[in-house]
């Protein structure tokens, strides 16, 4: 029916300094949307990646094209 569907804003970060990426566990495979300072190297975590539909609503919330690089 549709009567509570999520709004997706969308949101922006700093192109300049941050790039988005994937933090994969190698041990148990969780998977975390964020972004990581190419300065730093520091990661701010997003949000949970459970599955494509997950990855797809990071994508979109951000304005994202193409590939995310995964970081283990």
């Known amino acids: 029916m549709g009567l509570f569907k999520k709004n997706i804003v969308?949101?922006?970060y700093d192109k300049?300094?941050?790039k988005p990426v994937i933090k994969a566990s190698i041990c148990n495979g969780e998977q975390v949307a964020g972004f990581k300072n190419i300065h730093t190297g520091k990661i701010d975590e997003?949000?949970?990646i459970?599955?494509?539909a997950d990855l797809d609503a990071f994508k979109k919330?951000?304005?994202?094209d193409g590939?995310?690089?995964k970081v283990y």
Request: net charge neutral; hydrophobic share 30%; glycine share 6%.
């Open 10 to 12: 969308t949101k922006t």
């Open 16 to 18: 300049e300094n941050k």
């Open 46 to 48: 997003v949000m949970l």
């Open 50 to 52: 459970k599955n494509h």
């Open 61 to 64: 919330m951000y304005g994202i």
């Open 67 to 69: 590939e995310i690089e």
